[in-house]
């Protein structure tokens, strides 16, 4: 299945209970602290760096929730074996909240690592769910996130065996205002190759700032 048509289902979402709700536009920007390892069996490839994101959701109260996220970035090597390589990354998500505390989501991502020598870009489908638990009268959430990608499509890479993402933070909200630090992991176990197993992480420290832009009825 091809990109567009895993974003086209996304964007098949039932419009229709929520067609009279009031929806809320809310944008993000975060900066996180990455750190890129792989382990290709030859010893460990580190890189790190900086990398900038922005997100921009729809919600269609009381139950969904539509994004789109994009970011950019260098890592620069940490070891002789790594290359320094520019990131770019963009997502379509598609959320669905089943409980007060619990969202259900589904999404596709495309990530291109840009080295001097060769272009890589990851393709993923991604399925998982989100859990948030209040603190301090509601101001403040702990987060919980789990999200399995049963669909990676990686250049010159077999898919892998196993592809997982997750993170934990805390939000603090002021009015439309919200603030989250979160730590997040991504780990690809991929098949062996001449007996060599290939692992690869990505795990950042997350700094976001969003705020609630247009709470907006239809008439």
Request: aromatic share 8%; hydrophobic share 50%.
């Given at each position: 299945?091809?990109?567009?048509?895993?974003?086209?289902?996304?964007?098949?979402?039932?419009?229709?209970?929520?067609?009279?709700?009031?929806?809320?536009?809310?944008?993000?920007?975060?900066?996180?602290?990455?750190?890129?390892?792989?382990?290709?069996?030859?010893?460990?490839?580190?890189?790190?760096?900086?990398?900038?994101?922005?997100?921009?959701?729809?919600?269609?109260?009381?139950?969904?929730?539509?994004?789109?996220?994009?970011?950019?970035?260098?890592?620069?090597?940490?070891?002789?074996?790594?290359?320094?390589?520019?990131?770019?990354?963009?997502?379509?998500?598609?959320?669905?909240?089943?409980?007060?505390?619990?969202?259900?989501?589904?999404?596709?991502?495309?990530?291109?690592?840009?080295?001097?020598?060769?272009?890589?870009?990851?393709t993923s489908l991604r399925l998982g769910g989100e859990?948030?638990?209040?603190?301090?009268?509601?101001?403040?959430?702990?987060?919980?996130?789990?999200?399995?990608?049963?669909?990676?499509?990686?250049?010159?890479?077999?898919?892998?065996?196993?592809?997982?993402?997750?993170?934990?933070?805390?939000?603090?909200?002021?009015?439309?205002?919200?603030?989250?630090?979160?730590?997040?992991?991504?780990?690809?176990?991929?098949?062996?190759?001449?007996?060599?197993?290939?692992?690869?992480?990505?795990?950042?420290?997350?700094?976001?700032?969003?705020?609630?832009?247009?709470?907006?009825?239809?008439?």
């Amino acid at each position: 299945m091809t990109p567009g048509r895993l974003a086209a289902l996304l964007l098949a979402v039932p419009w229709g209970a929520h067609a009279a709700a009031a929806q809320v536009l809310t944008a993000a920007a975060s900066v996180s602290a990455a750190l890129h390892r792989v382990d290709a069996g030859y010893g460990v490839e580190r890189s790190s760096g900086v990398l900038g994101g922005a997100r921009v959701s729809l919600g269609l109260p009381p139950r969904v929730e539509l994004g789109v996220t994009a970011g950019a970035g260098t890592l620069d090597r940490d070891s002789t074996s790594a290359e320094d390589r520019h990131v770019a990354e963009v997502g379509l998500d598609a959320r669905y909240r089943t409980l007060p505390w619990l969202w259900l989501e589904t999404g596709v991502a495309t990530r291109t690592y840009a080295a001097p020598i060769a272009i890589q870009r990851w393709t993923s489908l991604r399925l998982g769910g989100e859990a948030r638990v209040a603190f301090f009268g509601g101001r403040a959430e702990g987060v919980g996130r789990v999200l399995f990608l049963p669909l990676v499509a990686v250049t010159g890479l077999d898919q892998p065996e196993l592809a997982v993402a997750a993170a934990a933070g805390i939000e603090y909200r002021l009015g439309p205002v919200a603030a989250a630090l979160f730590y997040s992991l991504e780990r690809y176990d991929f098949p062996a190759r001449d007996g060599v197993a290939r692992i690869e992480q990505l795990s950042a420290l997350t700094g976001r700032v969003s705020v609630r832009l247009l709470p907006f009825p239809r008439p």
